[in-house]
C-alpha cells in the first residue's frame, strides 16, 4: 500500500497533469464545439508552439518572448490551415476532417523535422523556475508548480472571454446552434476563424509550456493529441467546463493508476473513457444530442 | 626445281590455308576451354533475390532506418554511417579493406545502391519498408533498426524471404535468442552482455549492498534489459526493490514514475529507457530531485543522451556504448573510420553511424569470401567468421558467431565526465573499461537459440 504522503504526491501530480491537458483539451474542444471540426492537427499546433517557442529562446534568451511566439506562430499557422484548408471541410463528413487534418498534422510535423533535424532540442528552465518546492507531502518541481499557474491563469481569461465578452456569446451562441447566429446577420465564417486561431493559439502556448521539461522532438504531440481527445470526450464536446473537469480526471487517473500498477496508466484513461461513451456518451457536462 | 609463279601462290595458298585453319580451330576450341573453366564455377539456384538482384551491375542495400519516432536520432546516424559505407567501398577505399581485403571496388564488382526507408519505430511500417525493398528493389541485403521489436519483426520477414538481416542497436537479448534466425546477424553488445559487463564495475563503485530500482519501458528490449539487469546486479549482492516503473515507449512525462521512484527508497535508479525516453526521463529525474537521493545507472547508454541531457545530469553515470570515438582512436580501424566520418560529415560518430558502418563491411567482406550472393553461401561465409576474424574499431577482433549469430565484439563501459574536466563538445564520458565481446557473450544455447535452414 501506498504511503499517504506518495498518495498526496501523486494527487498533485495528477493536478498539474490535469491543468496542461484541461489547457490542451479547451482549444480542441472550442473547435469542434463550434465548427463541428475533429482537428487532428492539434498536436502538430502543439509541437509549432514548442519549436518556435524554442527558436526564439534561441534568438533572445527571453522566456516571455517565446511564450509570445508560440501562441502566435501556432495561430498564425492555425489560421492558415483554416483559410487555406480545412473551411473547404467543414459541411463534410467527419472522416474526410480527419483525413485531412491528420494529413495536414504529418506535413507540419514533417516540415518541422526537415528543419530542425530529429534530434530532441533543449530549452533551458527559466531563471524562475529552477529548483524545488518541498511541500512536506512532496519535493515538487518548482517550473512544474509555476506552470500549473499559468495554465490556470490562461484557462481563467479563456473562461472570461467565453462568458463575459461579446466575442464569447457568440462562440457559445455558435456552439449551440450556427445556423441561428448566422441568420441574425453575424459573420460567422470570421468568428470561425477566429474561434480556430485561439484554439491554435492555445494548443502552441501549451507546447511552450511544455518544453523544458521534455526534449522537444517532432513527434512529441502525437501523445498528447491522444490524450487531449480523450479529455475532450470524458468532458463533453463543445464544453468549456467540460474540458476543466474532463483534463483534471484524466490527470488524476494517470498519477493515481502509477501507484498501483504503472503499466496500465494510459490503459485505465482509456478505460475511463469507454464507461463515459456507454453510459453517457455526450460527455460528463456535455449536451445529449449535440454532434 | 625451279619455282614458278604458279607454285607460289599455291604455296602461299596454303600457307594461308593452314594459318586460318588453325586460327579458327583455335578459335573454336578456346570458347569451350573457357566454358569448362566457367563450369567449374558452382552453379547456383535461384533464391531469394539472386540472382536477380545482381544481374546489372549494381547490388541494393535495403535500409530500413527509424526515421521519426522516440529513436529517430539514432535512425538518421545510422543512415550517415551506412552512406559512408557504401561511398568508401564503391571507391575501393584502402581503409575498407583493412576489414574486407578482398574488396576492389563495390562488392564483388557490383556497385552498392542504398534504399532508404522509414520504419517508424514500429514494427509494420518496417516490415512494409522491408518488402518493398526485396519485392521491387531486389534488395540483397536489410539492415537497420533501432527498436529490437522492430529488428524481430525484420528479422522474420528477412528470414521468410531468405534474404540477410543486420539489426544495427537492438538491445533484447531475444534477437541472437529464442527469436534468432538463420538470415539475421547482429554486431552490437546486448542486455545480456551489457549487464554482465557493467554489474561488477557498479558493484567496485558502489559496493554490494545498494538497492535499485528499475525504470522499464514496456517493450520488448525493456523487459529483456530489466530481467538481464536484476539478475547480474542480485549476483554482486544488490537488492531490486520490487516495483519496476513500467511505462509505455514514447513516454514523454515522467512525473508519476518518478514519484514512486522518489519515494521508494532506491539508492540507484537503473534507467532502462533509450533514445529520446532516456532524455525525458533523466531530465525529469534531476527536476524531481530524484538524483539527489540516488545514483543513476543507464546500462545501454544511448548515444546522444550525453549532449541532449546535459553533463550535469550525466556526470558519474555509468553505461555501455558499442563504440566511443576515443577508444577508437588507439587502433587502426577505429581511427580509419573517426578521420573518413570527420572528412564526410565534419562531426565525430557514434553507435549508430558506427554499427552502420562495420556492419555493412563485413557484409561486403563476406560475400567477397563467399565469392557470390547466393544467400546461403553468404551466410555459411559469416557463420565461418571465426576462421576470418577481422580487426575491429574498439581493437582486438570482430567476428559473428555460429550457433547463434551474436557479434563477438569488445564493447566500452563508460563514465559521464564531470562538466569540469570537458575539453570539448565531444569529451562526454572516460572509458573505463572495454568489456571482452566473447567473455560477456552467454553460453550458447542460453538464450533459447534455435537455427532453421539456409535454403
Known sequence: MPSMSLFMSQVFNGLALGVLLSLIATGLTIIYGTLGVINFAHGALFVVGAYAGYSMFMATGSFVLSLVAAAVLAMAVGLVMERGLIKRFYHRPHEDQILVTFGLSIVIVEVIRGIYGGVGQRVPLPSWGEGVIDMGFVTYPLYRVEIMMIATSVLFA?????????????????????????????????????????????????????????????????????????????????????????????GQILSLTSLFNPVYSDVMLFAAMALILIFRPQGLMGVEGRA | MKKTPFDSKRSEGRRTFIKTATGVAGGLVL???????????????????????????????????????????????????????????????????????????????????????????????????????????????????????????????????????????????????????????????????????????????????????????????????????????????????????????????????????????????????????????????????????????????PAYMLEEVGPEIMEGVFGTMVFWWTEGQKNEVGKDFVEAYKEKYNALPRDPEHNAYMTMLLWADAVERAGTFYPPAVVEALEDGINHKRPYSMGGEVYFRAEDHDGVADFAIVRGKKPADIQNKDDLVDVVAVANGLDTLPPIGYAGCSMGSAT
Not at chain 1, 501523445?223 to 487531449?228: G, H, K, M, T, Y
Not at chain 2, 545482381?54 to 535512425?75: C, F, I, K, M, Q
Not at chain 2, 546477424?185 to 554490494?208: N, V, W
Request: aromatic share 10%; with cysteine.
Open chain 1, 158 to 250: 479563456c473562461w472570461y472571454v467565453l462568458y463575459k465578452t461579446r466575442l464569447g456569446l457568440i462562440i457559445r451562441s455558435g456552439i449551440e446552434d450556427a445556423l441561428m447566429v448566422r441568420l441574425l446577420g453575424i459573420n460567422v465564417q470570421r468568428y470561425f476563424m477566429l474561434v480556430f486561431g485561439i484554439g491554435a493559439a492555445a494548443a502552441g502556448f501549451a507546447g511552450m509550456i511544455y518544453g523544458p521539461m521534455v526534449s522537444i522532438v517532432p513527434d512529441m504531440g502525437f501523445r498528447v493529441l491522444i490524450q487531449s481527445f480523450v479529455v475532450v470526450v470524458l468532458g463533453g464536446v463543445g464544453s468549456f467546463p467540460g474540458a476543466i473537469l474532463g483534463g483534471l480526471i484524466a
Open chain 2, 31 to 301: 570458347p569451350s576451354i573457357s566454358s569448362n573453366a566457367w563450369a567449374q564455377k558452382k552453379d547456383y539456384p535461384a533464391l531469394g533475390n539472386y540472382p536477380a538482384g545482381v544481374s546489372g551491375d549494381t547490388v541494393v542495400a535495403g535500409l530500413t532506418l527509424d526515421l521519426t519516432g522516440p529513436y529517430s536520432a539514432e535512425g538518421a546516424g545510422q543512415r550517415r554511417g551506412f552512406e559512408l559505407a557504401a561511398e568508401l567501398l564503391n571507391k575501393g577505399d584502402p581503409r575498407v579493406k583493412k576489414v574486407s581485403p578482398l574488396t576492389q571496388q563495390g562488392i564483388l564488382g557490383k556497385r552498392v545502391v542504398l534504399a532508404i526507408g522509414d520504419a517508424e519505430t514500429k514494427p509494420n511500417s518496417a516490415v512494409q519498408a522491408a518488402t518493398r525493398f526485396i519485392r521491387q528493389d531486389k534488395a540483397m541485403m536489410i539492415a537497420g533498426s533501432v527498436s529490437s521489436s522492430v529488428a524481430i519483426a525484420l528479422q522474420n520477414t528477412c528470414d521468410r524471404a531468405k534474404t540477410l538481416y543486420f539489426p544495427i542497436i537492438s538491445g533484447s537479448s531475444d534477437t541472437t535468442g529464442k527469436d534468432c534466425r538463420r538470415y539475421g546477424f547482429r554486431l552490437c553488445h546486448h542486455a545480456y552482455t551489457a549487464s554482465k559487463a557493467i554489474a561488477p564495475i557498479l558493484a567496485k563503485e558502489y559496493g554490494k549492498n545498494m538497492k535499485a530500482i528499475h525504470l522499464v519501458p514496456d517493450y520488448n528490449y525493456g523487459h529483456s534489459i530489466h530481467h538481464y539487469m536484476k539478475q547480474f546486479t542480485e549476483e554482486q549482492g544488490w537488492t531490486t526493490i520490487d516495483n519496476p516503473q513500467i511505462h509505455p515507449l514514447g513516454a514523454t512525462d515522467y512525473s508519476s514514475w518518478l514519484l514512486n521512484i522518489a519515494n521508494s527508497g532506491a539508492d540507484i535508479l537503473i534507467n532502462h529507457d533509450y533514445g529520446a525516453d532516456a532524455v525525458n526521463s533523466a531530465k525529469q529525474a534531476y527536476e524531481f530531485g530524484v538524483l539527489k537521493k540516488m545514483k543513476m545507472c543507464v546500462p545501454y547508454l
